[in-house]
């Protein structure tokens, strides 16, 4: 589904990611972990296709396409979804406009017809139960006045309701309790099939007991210094990242 080699990308001439490899296939759940500041998010918005970073260097290839000459709509339209780390609000723009709109992209590019206006609100009702999103923030602005953990039920909300065929989800884990974590944990994989895959980044492992990932990688300083199965994340979690970090200096 997705192959990155070499990935080189900076923001204002600063270097942040310094040789990426990373390949994800259909059905897969990676998991990528890292200090703070190691390049996580970069790579995130970077494969969503955020212009304000610079590719300088590496390829990416998605469905067989060459993603870095897909703008940030095309990769929308085309099935990848970025969970934000930070999500934020949009004052003065619904809920339901916001979702019509993406939705009907998706749709147009899958080749399946619009939805009508009733089966797109039985869609909105379906999909807010997959994460136990209170219908009253539904009929709100996009985030506005949302907790923070409303705010992280509502990034799974929008990936059920577009059907992502690549979902990053970036620290959606962060700022929740428990509760809402086994949601947006149990939401995440109600999700999963065969035919779509799953990269999350997360500081925690505690995550990983629910969302199981299949291969875990740990980033530092833009490069992705170690990869292994679940095992590295419950040993991160007991020792940190120094060991790790020690032997690669
Ligand atoms: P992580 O998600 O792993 O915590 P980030 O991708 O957010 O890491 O950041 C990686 C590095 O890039 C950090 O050193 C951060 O300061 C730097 N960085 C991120 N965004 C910007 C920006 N807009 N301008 C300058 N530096 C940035
Ligand atoms: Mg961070
Ligand atoms: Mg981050």
Redesign the pocket.
């Known amino acids: 589904m997705l192959t990155v080699r070499g990935l080189h990308a900076s923001?204002?001439g600063?270097e942040?990611l310094r040789g990426i490899d990373f390949t994800v296939n259909a059905g897969e759940v990676h998991a990528i972990m890292?200090?703070?500041?190691?390049?996580?998010?970069?790579?995130a918005?970077v494969i969503a296709g955020s212009p304000?970073f610079e590719v300088t260097a590496g390829t990416a290839e998605y469905d067989g396409k060459n993603l870095l000459e897909m703008n940030i709509e095309e990769r929308a339209r085309a099935g990848i979804f970025l969970g934000f780390?930070y999500p934020v609000e949009i004052p003065g723009v619904s809920m339901a406009n916001f979702m019509k709109l993406a939705v009907a992209r998706r749709r147009e590019y899958l080749g399946l017809p619009p939805l009508s206006s009733g089966e797109f609100l039985k869609l909105m009702r379906e999909k807010g139960k997959v994460v136990e999103l209170d219908s009253k923030l539904t009929g709100r602005a996009v985030n506005e006045g949302f907790s923070g953990g409303e705010k992280k039920k509502n990034e799974i909300f929008q990936m059920a309701m577009l059907e992502p065929e690549l979902a990053i989800l970036?620290?959606t884990d962060s700022g929740l309790d428990i509760d809402a974590l086994r949601i947006v944990a149990q939401g995440v994989n109600k999700l999963r099939t065969p035919q779509n895959a799953t990269v999350v980044?997360t500081h925690y492992q505690r995550l990983l007991d629910y969302i199981v990932p299949d291969f875990v990688h740990v980033?530092y300083k833009?490069q992705i210094i170690l990869s292994g199965d679940r095992e590295l994340a419950l040993k991160l979690e007991r020792e940190g990242y120094d060991w790790l970090i020690n032997r690669y200096k």
């Open positions: 923001i204002e600063k942040i890292g200090p703070n500041g190691s390049g996580k998010s970069t790579f918005s304000r780390q970036d620290e980044i980033l833009g």
